[in-house]
């Protein structure tokens, strides 16, 4: 009774993970400029760089009513400075340049993207 209880959390788990990529759809270097949002909506909490793995990085625009935006990015469309493994860690980052020094995470188009403090 338990091996199958712990057979059928497996399968569940096995699902979710070979799922996890397909949630993220695929930007090509043409249409870069439109992962990043300038928004002052009350409702957008930001972007955030989540990583990547050997062929694409992965980003989320996130949102607090309508759903979040996930995209991947071919690796040799984007080069970023601060690069790390997919789901190890998060990173917001911002088209918005503050008065203050900022440190630049990629460019898109000659836009500068900075990591968010």
Not at 32 to 37: A, D, G, P, R
Not at 78 to 101: A, D, M, W, Y
Request: proline share 4%; net charge negative.
């Amino acid at each position: 009774m338990m091996m199958k209880r712990i057979s059928k959390y497996l399968v569940l788990l096995l699902i979710t993970i070979s799922g996890c990529d397909q949630q993220y759809s695929q930007v090509e270097q043409g249409d870069l400029n439109e992962i990043f949002n300038i928004n002052s909506s009350p409702t957008f909490i930001g972007d955030f760089y989540e990583g990547s793995d050997q062929e694409f990085h992965y980003f989320s625009s996130r949102w607090k009513i309508e759903g979040d935006r996930k995209v991947k990015v071919p690796k040799t469309d984007l080069q970023i400075t601060k690069e790390f493994n997919f789901g190890s860690e998060e990173l917001r980052v911002t088209v918005i340049n503050s008065p203050s020094p900022k440190t630049v995470f990629c460019e898109i188009e000659g836009v500068p993207i900075y990591i968010a403090e």
